[in-house]
């Protein structure tokens, strides 16, 4: 089975981390790499430069990460489509043990675990929390299994399974500073049109860089808000009860989370307990007030 990796990148300044991406990527012998580039002349004219034995295209649709994907594999014939952020660095054996889970003709798609690579991390951050970060949170699968969704950040899939559904959406995803999960609305629709599983490969790990300057409060709460916010815009696309489980069995998680942080702290085993404990019951309460005013929206509309 042939693979092409695709990296979608936007911004010159942060150059540096595709090059390391790339470079990570090569060490692991993919059958193509191609570098997808959202509506930046100038970082089209530096990729093509400077990255040797890539493909560098720019994408073919309006800003944003969706239609940069699908521009970087529509570049590409391989079987199955490799998606991964220009932020992130494969650990060794990333791409092996991705490509391995589709040894099975069930799976349609696969990804792997997300290690945060710090500049500095909050102290007050709860692991419950990680995804706010683009990371792997408690929870999720310890070994290899199904799962509703994975992550394009480490994301593999059948292209024939991903071009039977259009790709992602290109009118929902990130652009700029919004997010919405873009990922796992296509992880439903694949899994629905195909009949296929998605897996979870923890060993397929990936480091993903997370700046300094997203450790404030203020950046933590509006990814959660965001994050209530695309949840529900998703459902109104793949409408059904089965499409925000997932996020029903994480929210019963979260009073242990916050409960864990008091007793810590009131045992004195960590003085900062009570201040994680405060980071769950804001980041909930953010993602709640977004998830009401997109239901407001809808309503409305």
């Known amino acids: 089975m042939r693979?092409?990796?695709?990296l979608p990148a936007h911004d010159p300044a942060r150059f540096h981390e595709l090059q390391a991406a790339v470079a990570a990527v090569q060490s692991q012998n993919p059958d193509e790499i191609i570098v997808a580039i959202d509506h930046s002349p100038e970082l089209l004219e530096l990729a093509r430069r400077e990255l040797a034995g890539v493909?560098?295209?720019?994408?073919r649709y309006g800003r944003g990460v969706s239609g940069?994907?699908?521009s970087g594999a529509e570049a590409s014939d391989a079987d199955l489509l490799v998606f991964l952020d220009s932020d992130t660095i494969p650990q060794p054996g990333w791409l092996a043990a991705l490509a391995a889970a589709f040894a099975d003709p069930g799976v349609v798609g696969a990804g792997g675990g997300?290690?945060?690579?710090?500049?500095?991390r909050p102290a007050w951050l709860p692991d419950e929390f990680l995804w706010a970060y683009g990371a792997s949170y408690p929870g999720q699968p310890q070994t290899p299994g199904p799962v509703r969704?994975?992550?394009s950040a480490n994301m593999a899939v059948r292209a024939d399974a991903f071009w039977a559904v259009g790709g992602f959406r290109t009118?929902?995803?990130?652009?700029?500073?919004?997010?919405?999960?873009?990922?796992?609305?296509l992880c439903v629709r694949v899994a629905a049109a195909s009949g296929g599983q998605w897996l979870?490969?923890?060993?397929?790990?990936?480091?993903?860089?997370?700046?300094?300057?997203?450790?404030?409060?203020?950046?933590?709460?509006s990814r959660c808000y965001n994050e209530g916010r695309g949840k529900i815009?998703?459902?109104?696309?793949?409408?059904?009860?089965?499409?925000?489980?997932?996020e029903r069995s994480y929210l019963r998680s979260l009073p242990r989370a916050v409960w864990r942080g008091i007793a810590d702290a009131v045992r004195g085993r960590d003085p900062l307990g009570v201040r994680r404990a405060g980071a769950v019951l804001a980041g909930l309460a953010a993602a709640g007030a977004g998830a009401v005013i997109e239901f407001s929206v809808g309503v409305v509309a």
């Open 171 to 185: 009118d929902f995803g990130k652009v700029g500073s919004r997010s919405r999960p873009e990922d796992t609305e």
């Open 68 to 70: 940069t994907r699908n």
């Open 55 to 59: 493909t560098v295209v720019p994408n």
């Open 233 to 246: 815009a998703m459902n109104r696309l793949v409408p059904g009860r089965q499409t925000l489980g997932p």
């Open 149 to 151: 969704n994975v992550w």
């Open 3 to 6: 693979h092409a990796v695709i």
């Open 114 to 120: 997300i290690d945060p690579l710090w500049e500095r």
């Open 200 to 221: 979870y490969v923890p060993q397929a790990r990936v480091y993903h860089r997370v700046p300094e300057r997203y450790g404030t409060l203020r950046y933590f709460l």
